[in-house]
């Protein structure tokens, strides 16, 4: 749960670098988190996924926040988020992205934070 608080207490914290383990981690605990929140909506039986629409906004900006840091890990403008608009190719190549490891030590966007475990 710490990686998942982590992120949304650096809520718009766009500048800086996320080590692959913290992008991960999030995306896992969010996805668990959203999937939690859809249970809930076919239990209240609700039309309209408000809640999911509710938490989607809510977790937009440190989800953005988050990938463009995993790109600043990996030595990338975070202008390469736009590909998130590309349907299938765009969304493959920023997986392969999120993927990669990120050079050790100091890059263009700041020195490597230390590695966790």
Known sequence: MQWYLSVLK???????????KEYWMFTLINAIVGAIINVIQLILGLELPYLSMLYLLATFLPVL?????????????GAWALLF???FFGWLVL???????????????????PVSS
């Open 10 to 20: 650096n809520y718009v914290g766009f500048s800086g670098r996320a080590r692959r």
């Open 65 to 77: 926040a988050l990938a463009i840091r995993r790109l600043h890990d990996t030595d990338r403008s």
């Open 85 to 87: 608009f590309v349907p």
């Open 95 to 113: 997986l392969v992205l999120f993927c990669s490891v990120g050079p050790s030590g100091r890059n263009a966007y700041r020195p490597a934070p």
